[in-house]
């Protein structure tokens, strides 16, 4: 498995446990085999040294919902192309979403981005499996043999499962495999035809909102039917407060609960739309600034649970064009790190929360060993410049599409190494340090 390393002087963040301070790391045959906490250990024999000089080294992070194209829309993204944009913004592992053609919805299609993600993948890539067959919201599919060829979720992607016998029936297999289910809190007829958030802005702008209830009645009618079937439910993305207290009670009364939020809710609001920006058309829409602030002290308190970058590849074709016209989506794998960061410089969350939103907390819903720096982990692991300055250029980003919300933006902060099962998948220019032989 190659000769061990020693990443030596860091300071170490463990996000399942929410220690942090100076020590090493030593991996070996793929796994961390040691943890030295206040300590820089002499280099065993045969290995390799990194001095890490202060940085931060932490467990990789967790991307629980990416939009891959391949199969079927590769010329906005691929596995190669998507998992080295992750490699390059410290994501070790995805879960790519079922939302390809054909749908993620039969086991040959689950083993084929497997093999796909096997030979062409320089991160961790783990398939989520349609819940209705063709993401129609009719049928569903059989959760035994996805779950049995290696589907780690189930979800219709951009669509919410609107069908209330559907959703039932779905949480019930779901309860009965050990499965976890992730919906799009969207309903659709409330939606409409809007495309920005609701409010004073849209009508400023013109443009048909979309109310917060679109939002919190999908999500009230599934927390009913998680009370029915007891089964594990993921609201994939909430963004309003009303949500938060939803998902608040719905956790105080005993129910398996969990929700994600998009970096976008996180970082942007409806501001950021300004002049027709399509890179900003996202669902859920952005919110308002008192919204947003609302969502970080939810993530701040725990209510919510994990980060995810909605990755979202589009091309000229779907977003040069009209804001009403234009497709939702934009990336968000390569800048989830540095966009969370801005959170951490400007006091609204800890180092170590922000990581545990992005490592522990989606590796423990899918039930993963990683998201965690211990003996016998994986060796998946970023090393950290939180003070790195940067402006953003999206023709610099890994990405085939370059809808990044954040293009010309400051930020502060990046992965500078990245490494899967030990193995390096990706240097910064910005960090020089060269493995050395130990010698004793």
């Given at each position: 498995?190659?000769?061990?390393?020693?990443?030596?002087?860091?300071?170490?963040?463990?996000?399942?446990?929410?220690?942090?301070?100076?020590?090493?790391?030593?991996?070996?045959d793929g796994r961390i085999a040691d943890v030295a906490w206040g300590a820089t250990p002499g280099t065993p024999e045969g290995a390799r040294r990194i001095d890490c000089a202060g940085l931060t080294l932490a467990p990789?992070?967790?991307?629980?919902?990416?939009?891959?194209?391949?199969?079927?829309?590769?010329?906005?993204?691929?596995?190669?192309?998507?998992?080295?944009?992750?490699?390059?913004?410290?994501?070790?592992?995805?879960?790519?979403?079922?939302?390809?053609?054909?749908?993620?919805?039969?086991?040959?299609?689950?083993?084929?981005?497997?093999?796909?993600?096997?030979?062409?993948?320089?991160?961790?890539?783990?398939?989520?499996?349609?819940?209705?067959?063709?993401?129609?919201?009719?049928?569903?599919?059989?959760?035994?043999?996805?779950?049995?060829?290696?589907?780690?979720?189930?979800?219709?992607?951009l669509k919410a499962v609107t069908n209330a016998q559907v959703m039932r029936r779905a949480l019930t297999y779901a309860r009965d495999f050990g499965a976890l289910l992730m919906q799009h809190v969207e309903e659709p007829?409330?939606?409409?035809?809007?495309?920005?958030?609701?409010?004073?802005?849209?009508?400023?702008?013109?443009?048909?909102?979309?109310?917060?209830?679109?939002?919190?009645?999908?999500?009230?009618?599934?927390?009913?039917?998680?009370?029915?079937?007891?089964?594990?439910?993921?609201?994939?993305?909430?963004?309003?407060?009303?949500?938060?207290?939803?998902?608040?009670?719905?956790?105080?009364?005993?129910?398996?609960?969990?929700?994600?939020?998009?970096?976008?809710?996180?970082?942007?609001?409806?501001?950021?739309?300004?002049?027709?920006?399509?890179?900003?058309?996202?669902?859920?829409?952005?919110?308002?600034?008192?919204?947003?602030?609302?969502?970080?002290?939810?993530?701040?308190?725990?209510?919510?649970?994990?980060?995810?970058?909605?990755?979202?590849?589009?091309?000229?074709?779907?977003?040069?064009?009209?804001?009403?016209?234009?497709?939702?989506?934009?990336?968000?794998?390569?800048?989830?790190?540095?966009?969370?960061?801005?959170?951490?410089?400007?006091?609204?969350?800890?180092?170590?929360?922000?990581?545990?939103?992005?490592?522990?907390?989606?590796?423990?819903?899918?039930?993963?060993?990683?998201?965690?720096?211990?003996?016998?982990?994986?060796?998946d692991l970023i090393l950290i410049d939180p003070e790195l300055p940067y402006v953003l250029d999206k023709t610099k980003l890994k990405s085939r599409s370059k809808n990044s919300p954040f293009d010309e933006a400051r930020?502060?902060?990046?992965?500078?190494?990245?490494?899967?099962?030990?193995?390096?998948?990706?240097?910064?220019?910005?960090?020089?340090?060269?493995?050395?032989?130990?010698?004793?």
């Amino acid at each position: 498995m190659g000769e061990p390393l020693l990443l030596a002087d860091a300071h170490l963040v463990d996000p399942a446990t929410g220690r942090e301070g100076r020590g090493s790391v030593l991996v070996r045959d793929g796994r961390i085999a040691d943890v030295a906490w206040g300590a820089t250990p002499g280099t065993p024999e045969g290995a390799r040294r990194i001095d890490c000089a202060g940085l931060t080294l932490a467990p990789g992070l967790v991307d629980l919902r990416a939009f891959v194209g391949e199969p079927g829309a590769e010329h906005r993204e691929t596995l190669a192309s998507a998992s080295a944009a992750a490699a390059a913004g410290g994501v070790t592992t995805l879960v790519c979403m079922p939302d390809t053609n054909p749908v993620i919805d039969g086991a040959p299609i689950v083993d084929f981005v497997l093999r796909r993600a096997r030979d062409t993948a320089c991160v961790n890539v783990l398939p989520a499996a349609a819940i209705t067959k063709g993401l129609e919201g009719r049928e569903m599919t059989e959760f035994g043999l996805l779950q049995e060829a290696g589907a780690v979720a189930f979800t219709d992607g951009l669509k919410a499962v609107t069908n209330a016998q559907v959703m039932r029936r779905a949480l019930t297999y779901a309860r009965d495999f050990g499965a976890l289910l992730m919906q799009h809190v969207e309903e659709p007829d409330l939606v409409g035809e809007g495309v920005m958030n609701e409010g004073e802005m849209a009508s400023r702008l013109g443009l048909a909102g979309i109310p917060r209830e679109a939002e919190t009645v999908m999500l009230e009618r599934d927390i009913r039917l998680v009370r029915l079937t007891r089964a594990r439910y993921h609201a994939a993305m909430i963004s309003c407060p009303d949500s938060i207290e939803i998902v608040r009670q719905a956790k105080h009364d005993g129910l398996p609960v969990t929700c994600g939020i998009s970096i976008n809710n996180l970082i942007l609001n409806e501001g950021d739309i300004g002049g027709y920006r399509t890179f900003c058309k996202l669902s859920p829409p952005l919110r308002t600034e008192e919204d947003r602030l609302a969502m970080v002290q939810a993530l701040a308190d725990g209510v919510i649970d994990v980060i995810v970058s909605d990755h979202n590849p589009q091309d000229v074709e779907t977003k040069r064009l009209p804001f009403a016209e234009a497709a939702d989506g934009a990336l968000g794998i390569e800048t989830l790190l540095g966009a969370g960061l801005r959170l951490v410089h400007d006091g609204s969350l800890t180092l170590p929360r922000l990581l545990a939103a992005l490592t522990s907390g989606p590796a423990g819903l899918l039930r993963r060993e990683a998201g965690r720096l211990a003996p016998g982990a994986p060796a998946d692991l970023i090393l950290i410049d939180p003070e790195l300055p940067y402006v953003l250029d999206k023709t610099k980003l890994k990405s085939r599409s370059k809808n990044s919300p954040f293009d010309e933006a400051r930020l502060q902060g990046a992965a500078v190494l990245t490494l899967v099962a030990g193995r390096e998948v990706f240097r910064h220019d910005a960090f020089t340090q060269d493995a050395s032989a130990g010698t004793a």
